[in-house]
Structures are given as C-alpha cells and as structure tokens.
C-alpha cells in the first residue's frame, strides 16, 4: 500500500500522527533535538512516529542537513539549524516549545513533499545570520514562504509556531486539537500502483 501524495496539501492526517508523537513527548524531561521529515518513520497504516534512533544516520546520510555549531554539550555535535528554534541555536535552549517550531518546519516539509530544503536558498552562514535576527527583533529575518496550495490557516499556525517569544508558540496539545479539527471526517485514500 502506497499513499497518495498529491493530497498531502489537505491531508492533515500526517501532520497530526506526528504532533501526537511530539505531545505525548512533551512532557517529557528530555526534549527532541532532531525533529525532522527524516525523523519520522510512516508505517503502512500511515502512522507516524517521531524518532531520534536515525539521528546519527542521518548527519553521515544527509550532511547538508547538519551545521556543525560552536559549544559544548549536545551542540558539539553537527546540529539541524534549519529546523531548529532560534533559542535552541544560539542559547542551547531545548524545551517543547523548540519542538513545536521544529514540527512546524517538519510540517512545511511535509507541503512541500519534502522537495526543498529548508532555507534552501540560505548558507549555513546566512541561516545563522537570519536566526540572529529573529533574536535580536530587528524584523530583518525571513521566514519559510507557504507552500503552494497550503491552507493559509496551516500557514498562519505555522507561522504561531515560528513566534520569537516561545510563550507565544501554541502547544502541542493546541496544535493537535487544531489539526484535529481540520481533519474532521477525512480518510487518506491508499493508492496501489
């Protein structure tokens, strides 16, 4: 069985299964630092887990993906800048709230069917840069385009998720009860091919 993609834009199914992951998580001590498309596992019933075990795959994987960052501790390792909340870069700050903006760039991803880059169009230099005025609130950062064909209420909780202050950010229980709702009724429709 095979899921049919060009229905990701209004399939929220995807989306939700891997915030219930992140919310069930979120009370949890230890909180994600690779929350990432390549960290999600489908399974053939379209479940979706979330999982760090590919962590250390991915950075030899996928090496672009990965900045290696100044410091000590977790951030001696190579870090996923693009995916990751300002304070989490420059302040080594890893709380639910840094989860939430890096599902919400996981969600981008997934819009996109994970055709882009985050940022792509960004150095690692220019994404520190940016990330540098989010924190500095000059107004000067940039922040992901909506995907075509996204609903603008997916961007604008995107957009909630991208919040500088993060006790502006939605929760996880927020966000799943708002994809919850937004995908009322739908049932993805497996494609064989």
């Known amino acids: 069985m095979n899921y049919n ?12 299964d891997a915030m219930k992951e992140l919310e ?27 999982c760090s075990i590919g962590t250390v795959i991915n950075r030899t994987t996928y090496p672009a993906d990965y900045c290696q960052l100044e410091g000590t501790g977790r951030q001696s390792q190579p870090m996923p800048i693009r995916w990751m909340a300002w304070e989490s870069v420059l302040l080594g ?14 969600l981008w991803e997934i819009l996109t069917f994970a ?18 005025h989010i924190y500095q609130d000059d107004k000067k950062h940039v922040l992901l385009p909506m995907p075509m064909n996204c609903p603008r209420e997916i961007y604008d909780l995107m957009c909630e998720c991208w919040q500088r202050n ?9 966000i799943h009860l708002f994809l919850q709702r937004k995908n009322l009724g739908y049932k993805p429709q497996p494609s064989i091919y």
């Open 24 to 50: 069930r998580d979120e009370k949890d001590i230890e909180q994600e630092t690779n929350v990432t498309f390549l960290s999600c596992i489908i399974g053939p019933q379209l479940e979706v887990k979330v």
């Open 5 to 16: 993609f060009r229905d990701a834009a209004n399939d929220t199914t995807l989306q939700r």
């Open 115 to 132: 055709r882009e880059q985050p940022y792509e169009n960004l150095t690692d230099e220019k994404v520190i840069e940016n990330i540098g």
């Open 93 to 106: 700050k890893f709380t639910s709230k840094s989860d939430v903006w890096s599902f919400a760039i996981t």
């Open 166 to 174: 993060d006790t502006n950010r939605p929760n996880f229980r927020e």
